[in-house]
């Protein structure tokens, strides 16, 4: 069988209302599973069975537009950030919130830190602070250096650093320890998105209708391709053989990094996609959309997986083998 006669099938994740504007998967925890989070406009940040998209739970407190979310590399603690000034830090087990961080303005990005002490925020004002969860009535530093909203925010390995992205067409990088700037690298249009991964050490950002990936120590650029639309989100697979992307004109595209050239392509949501996220094991990614739906989609399709079955040994290694990617599919 050739692997383009092998059928995308994607699993729709139903249950908001209003736009998926973020998603983050966890890592993959001791019992050998991971989740999914979920921001959308209608207020109600998700957590999902990351393998299966089986719905888990929402996080009920705020009382406006969820903007940006992340989740603990071992799935027991999530954080939101949203249209009410606030950004919430949550027990992912119970559902409870632990913490709740007030803001000035708009929360457009949040980070946990790998001891899951701290929350990392970017406000629509370009101010970034930094909040101890366990005493989080007033934050413990403050960060201004960007003009206009920020656009993302991560910490970076052991959290004396962490990368910024604005609307100012800047990422930077901040020392924690010096309380300043470090580096930063410009763009030449706005930037969309910025994914940075512990287990891949290079971080992606999107802007105008490229993909450009950097190393995140130096901010040497390894790789820029354009795609055919405005790219909202793109992420990086584990191997960083290829990368998946969505955008303005409602496909997600998988791309080979070395190349640029488009592997697959499908049209499945019914509107624009906003973020897309490889899932840690890299056998799956998730795109959110303005339809209100998050789609999980294989990475090798017909390879059983969750709850795709496989429908016959030998497609399964074409279709998996990098030389036999030389196709789109629609």
Same mark, same amino acid.
């Given at each position: 069988m050739n692997g383009s006669m092998i059928r995308q099938t994607p699993i729709t994740c139903t249950g908001h209302s209003r736009p998926v504007v973020d998603i983050e998967f966890s890592d993959i925890t001791d019992d050998l599973s991971y989740?999914?989070?979920?921001?959308?406009?209608?207020?109600? !940040?998700?957590?999902?069975?990351?393998?299966?998209?089986?719905?888990?739970?929402?996080?009920?407190g705020h009382k406006g537009a969820i903007w940006a979310v992340d989740i603990s590399y071992d799935g027991t603690r999530a954080a939101t950030g949203a249209a009410d000034f606030t950004s919430n830090y949550w027990d992912a087990e119970s559902g409870d919130c632990l913490a709740s961080c007030t803001h000035s303005h708009i929360v457009k990005s949040v980070s946990i830190n790998r001891e899951m002490n701290l929350l990392l925020t970017g406000t629509s004002k370009s101010i970034l602070?930094?909040?101890?969860?366990?005493? !989080?009535?007033k934050s413990i530093e403050e960060y201004t250096g960007h003009n206009g909203s920020i656009k993302g925010?991560?910490?970076?390995?052991?959290?004396?650093?962490?990368?910024?992205?604005?609307?100012?067409?800047?990422? $930077?990088?901040?020392?924690?320890?010096?309380?300043?700037?470090? $580096?930063h690298q410009s763009f030449d249009q706005a930037i969309n998105s910025m994914v940075l991964k512990d287990d891949v050490k290079v971080v992606t950002i999107t802007y105008g209708s490229n993909v450009a990936l950097y190393d995140?120590?130096?901010f040497?650029?390894?790789?820029?391709?354009s795609l055919p639309c405005v790219v909202n989100s793109a992420s990086l697979h584990l191997?960083?053989?290829?990368?998946?992307?969505?955008?303005?004109?409602?496909?997600?595209? $998988?791309?080979?990094?070395?190349?640029?050239?488009?592997?697959?392509?499908? $049209?499945?949501?019914?509107? !624009?996609?906003?973020?897309?996220?490889y899932s840690p094991d890299g056998e799956l990614y998730?795109?959110?959309?303005?339809?209100?739906?998050?789609?999980?989609w294989q990475d090798c399709v017909g390879k059983t997986y969750g709850l795709w079955q496989r429908p016959d040994l030998n497609s399964v290694h074409n279709n998996c083998s990098p030389s036999n990617h030389d196709f789109v599919m629609s």
């Open positions: 989740y999914l989070i979920s921001a959308s406009k209608d207020g109600k !940040p998700q957590l999902r069975e990351g393998g299966t998209g089986d719905w888990l739970g929402t996080f009920e602070s930094v909040f101890d969860v366990r005493q !989080p009535q925010s991560k910490f970076l390995g052991n959290d004396n650093y962490f990368i910024s992205t604005g609307e100012d067409k800047l990422m $930077k990088m901040w020392d924690r320890r010096a309380k300043k700037e470090l $580096k995140v120590t130096t040497d650029l390894l790789r820029t391709h191997d960083q053989r290829y990368f998946v992307c969505g955008g303005e004109d409602m496909y997600v595209y $998988k791309v080979s990094t070395e190349t640029g050239r488009v592997l697959e392509s499908y $049209k499945k949501h019914f509107g !624009p996609v906003h973020c897309i996220r998730a795109s959110g959309s303005e339809d209100g739906t998050i789609r999980l």
